[in-house]
């Protein structure tokens, strides 16, 4: 239990045209965080999906690249192309269901941002991208993909390591 929370993950937070990313080094310290596009067609980005994951696995070499669970066609098909890189690196995938992660931020799960404020009060250092609550007419804001992905981070280490208490205050 112990070896599992010393281990440097990358977690991703797949989107059918983009993805966010966290590093963590244990389940207590962030080494960093980001999004990246790789959508296709009049504004296609330069450098595709198989690359841009290539080049974090070869700069963190994490020991285990942690997904959420797909729920679309579009982003399996995505994720079938992050495990082929992976499987190039060996480095083993591990997926996190939607109900583990409800499960880990009860209390704080009757929104996407309830849930970004109590990830930003357990990582401060992502105090700053926190965006405001957005209003039913907004879109989501890229932001909050980093968020999901912090999620999924939280989720892997919860799964077999006790989970830190969320403060109430979010």
């Avoid at 982003?75 to 192309?81: C, D, F």
């Avoid at 077999?160 to 208490?165: F, G, I, K, L, T």
Wanted: net charge positive; hydrophobic share 45%; proline share 8%.
């Amino acid at each position: 239990m112990e070896e599992l929370d010393q281990q440097r993950i990358l977690a991703l937070d797949v989107r059918p045209r983009s993805f966010a990313f966290v590093v963590f080094e244990n389940s207590r310290e962030l080494l960093d965080w980001g999004a990246r596009s790789f959508r296709s067609g009049v504004n296609a980005v330069h450098v595709p999906l198989g690359p841009k994951v290539a080049r974090l696995l070869d700069e963190y070499v994490p020991e285990v690249l942690v997904l959420k669970y797909p729920q679309t066609k579009t982003v399996k098909q995505i994720i079938q192309v992050i495990r082929k890189q992976a499987r190039a690196y060996k480095i083993p995938v591990r997926i996190v269901s939607p109900k583990v992660l409800q499960e880990i931020f009860i209390g704080h799960n009757r929104n996407k941002h309830q849930i970004a404020a109590a990830i930003a009060e357990r990582f401060p250092e992502l105090l700053y991208i926190l965006p405001p609550k957005r209003k039913p007419w907004q879109s989501e804001d890229y932001r909050m993909d980093i968020f999901d992905a912090v999620a999924v981070g939280i989720a892997y280490f919860a799964q077999a390591v006790p989970p830190e208490p969320l403060s109430q205050a979010a």
